[in-house]
């Protein structure tokens, strides 16, 4: 069956760096766009970052966009998320998903994916 887990969140301070992995299986990574979301304390989840099925096109919400580097690996099947200058602001649940869409880049919405990761705190003191 699909599984998607993620690893890679802690504990940062402002400013600082980490970079979250998703390791996906159980279905044919190649052919999905895969998206990063995260849910803040008393908030919705929102959309952080997508990548196309072939990596070639991806987007960013304006908040992290010059900040964080979304990517994937075919070969491995994983997507990560690398999370550079690191605001408090950022603090959240991160979670990996996969598009329900083949060969496109992958809606901003949460509905256009069915299946979810279980998340991974991240944590930026300031």
């Known amino acids: 069956q699909v599984q998607l887990v993620e690893s890679g969140g802690g504990l940062v301070q402002a400013g600082g760096s980490l970079r979250l992995s998703c390791a996906a299986s159980?279905?044919?990574?190649?052919?999905?766009?895969m998206g990063w979301f995260r849910q803040a304390p008393g908030k919705e989840r929102e959309f952080v970052a997508i990548?196309?099925?072939?990596?070639?096109?991806?987007d960013y919400t304006d908040s992290v966009r010059g900040r964080f580097i979304i990517s994937r690996d075919s070969e491995r099947n994983t997507v990560t998320l690398q999370m550079n200058s690191l605001k408090p602001e950022d603090t959240a649940v991160y979670y990996c998903?996969?598009?329900?869409?083949?060969?496109?880049?992958?809606?901003?919405?949460?509905?256009?994916?069915?299946?979810w990761g279980q998340g991974t705190q991240v944590t930026v003191s300031s």
């Open positions: 159980g279905f044919t990574f190649s052919y999905h766009g």
């Open positions: 990548i196309s099925s072939g990596g070639s096109s991806v």
């Open positions: 998903a996969k598009s329900e869409r083949l060969f496109t880049l992958p809606p901003r919405q949460e509905n256009g994916y069915d299946y």
